[in-house]
């Protein structure tokens, strides 16, 4: 049966991930397996000055032995009847999580946050495996809280038991990705939740020296292009029938609207062609926003 598989290396931003892990396969009814990879080290056994000490590699195994068995016991007592596993590998992190990733459902990452303004610091080892993963990534902040995930209740506090905020979809006409699209859907539908789908678009732009924009035309461009977003969304209401869907047509790119919509989100989604650059993979302009700067956890779904 196919697993989720969260990278764990001890930091906060990783044991947040594991939390979310936890959740969404205990949701999927899915096993969860924990995977620790590379030469991260707490830093009581870091080597002086680059050194390595005597023993420094044992000492390292020990210590990844003992955070996946902690890990493992703390979720297992949160989620009863939830099959986890730990598995430890020596590869560097970005090949072991690309390894792993082939046999895995949904690979979640943990992603450091600097602050409310500045927002995710997606770190080289997330973009290395987000840019070249053939697999669903979700980052996930460090600090995020399974309450975070859900409306205030009636008096305005943090609740578990609210339904879920929306899951938010950024979706591109020219190349909407069915991959992303029911990725969306899915979540949306397994939380009981809305799914608000954000399309960013321009109007063309306009030539010569003192030229201006038609009113008209410029509503003719926007319905057009409301009208293309319900065509794309059509059959997948159809699918999804018991889906409230929102759509949103922005005028400028959908980065930035993404972001600002993540504050409300339980989830943003987004999707990531796939193509290779000329070294490694390549992530657009809006995904990266996203990744960089989103307050909820993210999906990154590669897609044709």
């Not at 003992?66 to 970005?94: M, Y």
């Not at 770190?123 to 809280?145: I, K």
């Not at 989100?265 to 993979?281: E, I, T």
Request: hydrophobic share 45%; charged share 25%; no cysteine.
């Amino acid at each position: 049966m196919p697993a989720i598989t969260v990278g764990l290396d001890g930091s906060p931003e990783s044991l947040a991930a594991a939390d979310w892990a936890a959740r969404e396969a205990a949701q999927r009814e899915v096993p969860l397996r924990l995977l620790h990879a590379g030469d991260s080290l707490s830093p009581l056994y870091a080597p002086f000055m680059g050194v390595s000490a005597p023993g420094v590699i044992d000492a390292q195994r020990e210590w990844a032995a003992h955070l996946l068995h902690e890990s493992a016991s703390r979720l297992a007592e949160r989620h009863p009847g939830l099959r986890i596993t730990t598995q430890q590998s020596g590869e560097q992190a970005v090949p072991a999580l690309l390894t792993v990733a082939d046999d895995t459902e949904l690979l979640v990452l943990g992603s450091r946050r600097l602050g409310t303004v500045v927002g995710f610091l997606v770190g080289s080892v997330a973009l290395a495996v987000v840019a070249r993963t053939e697999r669903p990534v979700v980052l996930v902040r460090a600090g995020g809280r399974a309450e975070d995930e859900h409306l205030a209740d009636a008096t305005g506090a943090d609740a578990m038991t609210t339904p879920y905020r929306e899951v938010v979809l950024g979706l591109d006409l020219e190349s909407p990705g069915d991959a992303a699209v029911e990725f969306a859907f899915e979540a949306a539908r397994r939380r009981a939740a809305g799914l608000r789908v954000v399309h960013g678009w321009d109007p063309p732009a306009v030539y010569g020296y003192g030229a201006v924009m038609d009113s008209g035309l410029d509503a003719e461009l926007a319905e057009e292009t409301r009208r293309g977003l319900r065509d794309v969304l059509r059959p997948w209401k159809d699918k999804f029938p018991g889906v409230a869907v929102r759509e949103q047509a922005v005028v400028g790119s959908a980065g930035r609207h993404l972001v600002q919509a993540s504050r409300d989100a339980s989830l943003v989604v987004v999707g990531r062609r796939r193509r290779q650059a000329v070294v490694g993979g390549r992530i657009g302009p809006v995904t990266h926003a996203v990744l960089q700067h989103a307050v909820a956890p993210v999906a990154m779904v590669p897609h044709e």
